[in-house]
């Protein structure tokens, strides 16, 4: 692609390799889908919000965005269902956690370190009544 610098493949390349681990990651660390003998299978755990665009801020002025897709991991499909209920609270709260982050670790021309931010998404208190774990499914950056 004309315009595009050596470095910023680089970069591209780090961003897309950084998803893959996080997503190869959450995948290993779940449990397998049970039998159907009534268990809970693997979809009843899981919510994908939608996805997150943040302006990147440094001083008084925007210099890019941090585009994000979350998805929250709950036991069960009864907990999932609260997260729902709770989605507004929860992902008000994941936002205010990543402007919290973006404004301290990222920039529009460096690799976003995703288990950092996904400390900062997973930190305590919790935003809704039931236990969940927040899992970065894509992330991006753009200069701007």
């Known amino acids: 692609m004309p315009g595009r610098s050596s470095k910023d493949w680089d ?3 780090s961003m897309t390799i950084f998803s893959m681990l996080s997503w190869m990651a ?3 660390a779940s449990s397998p889908a049970p039998a159907p003998d ?3 299978r693997m979809s009843d755990r899981f919510l994908t919000l939608e996805a ?3 302006p990147l801020v440094t001083g008084a002025s925007a210099s890019g965005r941090i585009m994000l897709t979350l998805t929250v991991e709950a036991r069960d499909a009864e907990a999932i269902s609260v997260l729902r209920q709770h989605m507004p609270r929860l992902r008000a709260g994941l936002v205010a956690r990543a ?3 973006d404004a301290s ?3 529009g021309f460096a690799a976003v370190d995703v288990s950092r931010l996904g400390k900062a998404l997973n930190a305590r ?3 809704v009544p039931v236990r969940y774990r927040v899992l970065i499914t894509n992330v991006r950056t753009e200069p701007g």
């Open 11 to 13: 970069v591209i390349k």
């Open 26 to 28: 959450a995948a290993s």
């Open 38 to 40: 009534g268990g809970t």
């Open 52 to 54: 997150i665009t943040l």
């Open 99 to 101: 402007i919290e982050f």
């Open 105 to 107: 670790e990222v920039s």
């Open 125 to 127: 208190p919790p935003l």
